[in-house]
């Protein structure tokens, strides 16, 4: 099993920044790839960024250029630097792990607003 905790959502004005903190525990070994997604109201859960144990990463097109996935693998903690934040990108933002028996772990969510 493995556990994860969301920090670092609250409301910023567009063109703000936040980042989002995710830290892992329990199974760390078990770990393949860690990442961050989000859920607008009325929309479906989106990908936002992955980031594998061997340090690759993939972003949607919509947050390419703005936002940067990393990992402090001494810490078991991955991080969301969001820049030139939108409104668009206002939504609940939830951390995944997904471990080497193709499990999924989720987070509670942290809740990002944007101001226009």
């Known amino acids: 099993q493995v556990q994860l905790v969301e920090s670092g959502g609250g409301l910023v004005q567009a063109g703000g920044s936040l980042r989002l903190s995710c830290a892992a525990s329990?199974?760390?070994?078990?770990?393949?790839?860690l990442g961050w997604y989000r859920q607008a109201p009325g929309k479906q859960r989106e990908l936002v960024a992955t980031?594998?144990?061997?340090?690759?990463?993939n972003y949607a097109d919509s947050v390419k250029g703005r936002f940067t996935i990393s990992r402090d693998n001494a810490k078991n903690t991955v991080y969301l630097q969001m820049n030139s934040l939108k409104p668009e990108d206002t939504a609940v933002y939830y951390c995944?792990?997904?471990?080497?028996?193709?499990?999924?772990?989720w987070g509670q969510g942290t809740q990002v607003t944007v101001s226009s």
């Open positions: 995944n792990a997904y471990s080497k028996s193709f499990a999924d772990y």
């Open positions: 329990g199974s760390i070994f078990s770990i393949n790839a």
């Open positions: 980031i594998t144990s061997g340090g690759s990463t």
